[in-house]
């Protein structure tokens, strides 16, 4: 069904910035009209589910100023151009945790804001971690965080998890822990 | 854990759409050097969550102009300024749907893109749902769908359900079923 398919008229490109690109375009409506679309380009995301032998699931905290505070998340990093999410994923994962995996499985991916925005984050799952040390960005300022799944479903009541990908990644587990229970 | 606080140096509003804000901030980095953060401004959304009483649930496909795809995705829309999330559920499911409910249950919230946005998706689930006419903005185009849970798990392994609170609430219901198989 794509019968609802909006041409591009016009783009004007408003901003090119480090991390994102903001276009408004103007299109054709499916019923001849014109409407402005505000769209935001973003090289995408992947994010890693860390749940150790431990029983024990790696969160990284650090503050956001879009939402001017601090949030608790499942390690994360933006695509370099042309890099393959695999390799984001390694390298997100070892920089912001120490951690290294003897495998990242693919678990799936979403759209954040398909409203406005292109942003696609990839989900990995770690297979056999080994803790290393952490490998920060001179401007990156992350505290490591290791919490039980039932430690992480009470963060996220207190709404210290509070980003799509690290739910979905709760979730995720959880799901996981109830399929391991029924089978 | 505020220690990583970013203080505002510098504020440029570079645009004020219909939609969205886009701001570049220059912030003071807890080392004390300064950095740059684009900011995303979004009003916020709702989403509503139709599983009816025959096990289906109710799904939206719409173009997206971000994605140059169709998405099909739980109703959803964002809030108007000065709205409360609950009228803006209740409003977007009967437009969009047709559908009216008894109750709308509020299950949850999240932030889609903390890294460049402030969008906050509010999670809400319809109690004692009853089907109805849509009433579509004359400029919006959207069809409605309804489908098993188990089909609806078809589509997001298909990435026709590819957006975080879709996939959100096909988890979300799956856990509940399993959840109910347990007790």
Redesign the interface.
């Known amino acids: 069904?794509?019968s609802?398919?909006?041409k591009t008229l016009q783009t004007k490109t408003?901003?090119e910035?480090?991390?994102?690109q903001?276009d408004?375009?103007e299109?054709a409506?499916?019923?001849g009209?014109t409407?402005?679309?505000?769209?935001?380009r973003?090289p995408g995301?992947v994010a890693v589910i860390v749940y150790t032998d431990e029983d024990k699931l790696v969160l990284v905290?650090?503050?956001?100023?879009?939402?001017e505070?601090?949030?608790i998340?499942i390690p994360a990093g933006?695509m370099e151009k042309g890099e393959a999410p695999l390799h984001t994923a390694e390298r997100e994962l070892v920089e912001e945790t120490g951690y290294t995996a003897d495998a990242l499985e693919y678990i799936?991916?979403?759209?954040?804001?398909?409203?406005?925005?292109?942003?696609c984050?990839y989900l990995y799952e770690a297979q056999g971690v080994v803790k290393g040390e952490q490998n920060l960005d001179?401007?990156e300022?992350v505290?490591v965080i290791e919490v039980t799944l039932e430690e992480a479903e009470v963060l996220?009541a207190k709404?210290k998890i509070?980003?799509?990908?690290t739910?979905?990644a709760v979730?995720?587990l959880?799901?996981k822990q109830?399929?391991h229970?029924?089978t």
Chains 1, 2 share one sequence.
Do not use: W
């Not at 509070?162 to 990908?165: E, M, R, V």
């Open positions: 069904m794509d609802f398919y909006e408003l901003y910035g480090k991390v994102i903001v408004i375009e299109v409506l499916p019923n009209k409407s402005t679309r505000e769209l935001v973003h995301a905290e650090q503050y956001r100023k879009a939402l505070k601090t949030l998340e933006k799936g991916s979403f759209y954040t804001s398909p409203g406005f925005a292109d942003e984050v001179e401007d300022f505290n996220m709404e509070h980003d799509a990908k739910c979905y979730q995720y959880k799901m109830m399929q229970r029924l």
